[in-house]
């Protein structure tokens, strides 16, 4: 079992920077990626980003070069700096790992509203 705790999230306006911050504990030594899906109630859940352990990383299209995610391995935690927000960007956004073997588990989720 992997545990996750989310922190960060909220409301800012158009333009401006939240980060956010995913710490695992539990079976981290088998951890293979770490990353943030978003979802807005009525639709699918999508990628944001992710992590992998030998450190491959991937966007969604819509937000290459405005959010950075980034890992501490020595603290098992995953990090998603998101700049130039936009309202399209209001989602819960979900921590996941994915371990060797495939599986995956999720964070709580954390609310992110843009909006002035």
């Known amino acids: 079992q992997v545990q996750l705790v989310e922190s960060g999230g909220g409301l800012v306006q158009p333009g401006g920077s939240l980060s956010l911050s995913c710490a695992a504990s539990?079976?981290?030594?088998?951890?293979?990626?770490m990353g943030w899906d978003r979802q807005v109630p009525g639709a699918q859940r999508e990628l944001a980003a992710r992590?992998?352990?030998?450190?491959?990383?991937d966007y969604l299209d819509s937000v290459k070069g405005r959010f950075t995610i980034s890992r501490d391995n020595a603290k098992n935690t995953v990090y998603l700096q998101m700049n130039s927000l936009k309202p399209e960007d209001t989602a819960i956004y979900y921590c996941?790992?994915?371990?060797?073997?495939?599986?995956?588990?999720w964070g709580q989720g954390t609310q992110v509203t843009v909006s002035s």
């Open positions: 992590i992998t352990r030998d450190d491959r990383i």
């Open positions: 996941y790992v994915i371990v060797y073997g495939g599986e995956t588990y």
């Open positions: 539990g079976r981290v030594f088998q951890i293979y990626a």
